[in-house]
């Protein structure tokens, strides 16, 4: 049985509601609403306090006396709509049922998916170290991460690293299933994060992404997608190449990943004969970048490009073939406007220093490739011509099929992975590192990347429900499901669990990943039994 309000339309007055008692009852197989008793006019029902009368003799019937706003008192406020979402994802992604069969057969006496889920969470929501994480959780309804305590998040980040060739083997299986993407091409960059405690194991001084030479580093690598979503990760020595680098990930991927048909995408930075030839035996055809100013053939490769054909705009691929090797030289117009005008700037600051015998910018790569000593230091005007011929432009190496233009813009999606590792060192914190030994290293970065693929994931799944111009929707969307809260009430010894009112921004948000917004009304649960 249930209520239920009827419309009376009245030509000349106001419509008229009506308030009624009905059950559904099925006829012939069909549901249909019986009209038990019609309680009369919903308005009239309310000024005479009978609605009030009803509510509390029904009240005394199921043993709990009708509360009045009086009798209340809220107890806590906690933020319920993204731990919420996110929960709802890491499901999605079966990320609970891979945790929860590692967690059962080293017999885990502690919920470890819900430990590791603990500190992806907070990497997405509101970065912090592991300490700092035990009063956060206390900020957010999530009943499961009750149970967790300091001890368990690392006893998680130790067992983590064992697993999680298994687990990136997995998640990236179930991220295929959930999104439908193909693999046919993959992307691989590298990045630096440094540390304030010494060199130590993996913490190793080398080339440094951070502008930090004078600090320990470690080097994390990840494989991507071409949409942007996470593969793989790994954490190398901090002196590691690049190209070293690039080869154990190769090598890896057709290890654990065994795809044959795809194309892998790498900057300047990964090139070097060794990586042509481990790229030919692995069958792997590849597009990666060329170091232009290191390479003699490249003044040949410039000299012969032809007629720029536009394959976007601020992108322009002329193709060369030299020495058997297939060459693409793109140009990017609007990079050339901006490198003269950089380059204006320079040879302006210099000529001044130079007039006045300073040397204070010799020490700068930047001012010293324009110099030359003859007698006294000197612009050389044959370098800055140079310089000119490569404004705007980078050149490819590619031994694949693709039409010049497809290979042009498959490169390009390489700001991709750049920007997930701006994510991974900002929005979700790989920095501050507050961990010295290599294996709580090695899992926070696994944490940090868990993040990233649930972000990743949901990035994917609103440019394909919105387009590709959909970034500020996102931010918004989420920011209102961020302002969906639970609240604890109590009252005549009663307890009471509330969401607030999702904003109607947020519903969007649910949709888009295929969920429903929490439910008004709520029991908080056990914390959840492992598998």
């Known amino acids: 049985m249930f209520l239920r309000t009827t419309v009376r339309k009245n030509k000349n007055m106001p419509d008229a509601k009506y308030l009624q008692l009905v059950e559904n009852t099925r006829v012939d197989g069909k549901v249909q609403q019986k009209l038990l008793l019609s309680l009369g006019r919903l308005d009239d029902l309310r000024a005479s306090g009978q609605l009030d009368r009803l509510h509390e003799q029904l009240a005394a019937f199921t043993g709990r006396a009708a509360l009045s706003p009086d009798s209340l008192s809220a107890d806590w406020s906690r933020e319920f709509g993204l731990p919420y979402l996110y929960a709802g994802i890491w499901k999605q992604l079966s ?114 992404k951070d502008s930090r030479p004078d600090r320990p580093q470690v080097i994390v690598g990840v494989l991507m997608t071409r949409e942007g979503i996470p593969i793989a990760h790994y954490v190398f020595d901090g002196n590691t190449a690049d190209v070293d680098a690039f080869k154990e990930a190769l090598q890896d991927f057709k290890t654990r990943f065994g795809f044959e048909r795809v194309i892998m995408v790498a900057d300047r930075g990964m090139t070097g004969s060794k990586v042509y030839k481990l790229l030919d035996s692995l069958g792997y055809p590849y597009i990666l970048g060329v170091r232009m100013r290191k390479l003699k053939a490249m003044t040949d490769v410039l000299a012969r490009a032809g007629e720029y054909r536009t394959a976007r705009k601020n992108l322009k691929v002329a193709e060369v073939q030299h020495e058997d090797q297939r060459y693409l030289v793109c140009l990017n117009e609007e990079e050339v406007i901006r490198e003269k005008k950089v380059r204006s700037d320079v040879l302006e600051r210099l000529e001044r220093k130079l007039q006045d015998g300073s040397l204070s910018l010799v020490g700068s790569s930047a001012y010293r490739k324009y110099l030359r000593l003859e007698g006294t230091l000197q612009l050389d005007e044959s370098k800055v011509q140079d310089e000119e011929r490569y404004d705007g432009i980078y050149i490819l190496r590619t031994n694949t099929a693709l039409g010049m233009e497809e290979a042009a813009l498959a490169y390009r999606d390489l700001w991709r992975i750049e920007r997930g590792f701006r994510k991974l060192k900002s929005g979700l914190d790989l920095r501050p590192v507050y961990h010295r030994k290599t294996e709580r290293i090695c899992g926070h970065v696994a944490v940090c990347f868990l993040a990233l693929v649930l972000e990743s994931y949901v990035g994917y799944r609103f440019r394909q429900k919105h387009g590709v111009d959909c970034a500020e929707l996102q931010r918004s969307t989420l920011g209102a499901v961020g302002r969906i809260h639970a609240i604890r009430l109590e009252g005549d010894g009663a307890e009471y669990y509330l969401r607030t009112e999702p904003p109607q921004e947020s519903l969007a948000a649910f949709d888009t990943l295929g969920m429903k917004p929490p439910p008004k009304r709520f029991m908080p649960g056990p914390a959840r039994k492992q598998v």
């Open 95 to 208: 990320l609970d049922r891979i945790l929860d069969r590692i967690g059962a057969s080293r017999r885990i006496r502690f919920d470890f998916s819900e430990a590791v889920f603990c500190m992806v969470l907070n990497r997405l929501l509101d970065p912090c170290s592991k300490l700092s994480v035990t009063s956060w959780k206390q900020r957010v309804h999530h009943p499961a991460f009750e149970g967790i305590e300091l001890q368990h998040l690392y006893r998680a980040l130790d067992l983590l690293i064992h697993d999680m060739d298994g687990i990136e083997e997995q998640l990236f299986a179930a991220v295929r299933k959930q999104l439908g993407i193909p693999v046919d091409l993959v992307l691989f960059d590298t990045t630096s994060t440094y540390f304030e405690s010494p060199a130590d194991d993996v913490r190793q001084y080398g080339h440094s």
